[in-house]
């Protein structure tokens, strides 16, 4: 297509779930060429049928490309691609940059960019934040660190994925951090929102009402704002599961426990999620945590006499 | 004066401290005869001398009054107030209305309520949200519930005490529990806080770029806000104290151990109130928190080489 300049950025994407989609898509809207490559062929087939390149694996994709956008969970995922049994590390060209949006520990972030940088090719620190719409349409807030190649290299990629990038320094484990700073509250948030909502609801208040004036409020935050509506409905639809404050906390966890710094708020939460996991309401909204205090003490939330019983 | 026309109601503000002092001058301000009385008289002094009446007591403020306001810390010197040793409770003239903005355990409101209203007098249940500023401006936030005619006959204090006055029914009770609600998040939200900007600290983040990120990102709280540039500043003099939600959460406490509601977040945080307060800090800013978690931990917070050491 003419917009495809000869100078045009080659951006791959390693996994094209809800986010890798929305973040693939963003970049071909933006001009780049993409080509994107995930673990399930029905994924790419999709990206494929929108009009993307689609590759036969991660090497394929990789191979040749300026930008490599990773997208998937976690830091054992993040690692494999790179650095595993079939990893694309050797495959990268000299000079590209492969840029990281799962959350992990700062301290595994730093030493995949020091693997990274030392054969050749530069390591953007980038967790994203934000859901699968504002992927979709190029809105993310990316909290990125790295070096000042890594940020040139991957700025076109950066561009027209994010409304919105913290350049955080030019060392990989800042982005990390500061997302797990983020995530600690988040996680903490959600699990006093719940925790809230549902001893309202034990001593019989309307909750409709409590919702209206705590978020106006100083008890107030974004989390409870967000969250409650759907404990207000009974609609537990996962828009984010519990797990993965199970194992966003799990990290700051760790993280705190090698550090020798104590997260007593952060562990009480993190308690929650694992007993809602537990109860088996792993894969359901994170809200979820209402549904168990609410069995926990007898509390009626909206819909509790049906299927959420 | 001329604005006092001959049925303008007489207000009797008990308590005339940083709180109640604005709230009995905002009154005065709308056009009610004010009466104080504080057991400082100092601070009757000062009321005095900005044109209020004073009183020499509290049963000399009530006596003929069409409203009281009772602006004290807790329960028991609310109890005091109406039925201590030198209770005002025989004094309330019938039909007249005590509007108690203490924050505490719903059980006990409804029990205050009652006997009031066994003795022929109305009992507004209306705890109270916002700072000195609000106070004096009039523009403060009542969580308030109670029987029509309390209502009514309120009316015009709460219409010159606040900005938003939220009706919650016609028990008192209602208010004080909603406003536990409040306090539940508000102090579970500073103890996360302070946990996270520590936590920050102690991984050697940019703590004003944390605050920057943090404040646009769904971690957010209105407590984070509003808190953490007090740790950023270094600053921990007292605008609202630790001891104020060892109170509140004390009381978040009994509530729920009552009624057999675990409140594992609460918990956790009332915890780190009781050992900034152990620790002494209890007369500080609850940002103190902060502090605490840095000694704990041995993360530099702002000032902290020099008198928070």
Known sequence: MSSHAENTALAAVIGLGSMGFGMARSMKHAGLEVVGYDIMPAAVERFVAEGGRGAATATEAARGADIIVSVVVNAEQTEAILFG???????????????????????????????AEALGFHYLDAPISGGAAKAASGELTIMASGSKAAFETARPALDAMAAKVYELGDTAGTGAALKMINQLLAGVH???????????????????????????????????????????????????????????????????????????????????????????????????????????SGAALPGSNSENE
């Open 85 to 115: 049994p079939e990893g694309i590390a050797d495959a990268i060209k000299p000079g590209a940059v492969f840029v990281s949006s799962a959350t992990m520990d700062p301290a595994v972030a730093r030493e995949l960019s020091r693997r």
């Open 190 to 296: 959600i699990a006093a929102a719940c925790e809230a909502i549902s001893f309202a609801a034990k001593q019989g208040l309307d909750l409709g009402k409590v919702y209206e004036v705590i978020t106006a409020s100083a008890g107030n935050s974004w989390m409870f704002e967000n969250r409650v509506p759907h404990v207000l409905a009974g609609d537990y639809t996962p828009r984010s599961a519990i797990e993965i404050f199970v194992k966003d906390l799990g990290i700051v966890q760790d993280m705190a426990r090698s550090e020798r710094y104590p997260v007593p708020l952060a562990a009480a939460a993190l308690q929650m999620y694992l007993a809602a996991a537990g109860a088996g309401m792993g894969r359901d909204d994170d809200a979820s945590l209402a549904r168990l205090y609410a069995q926990l």
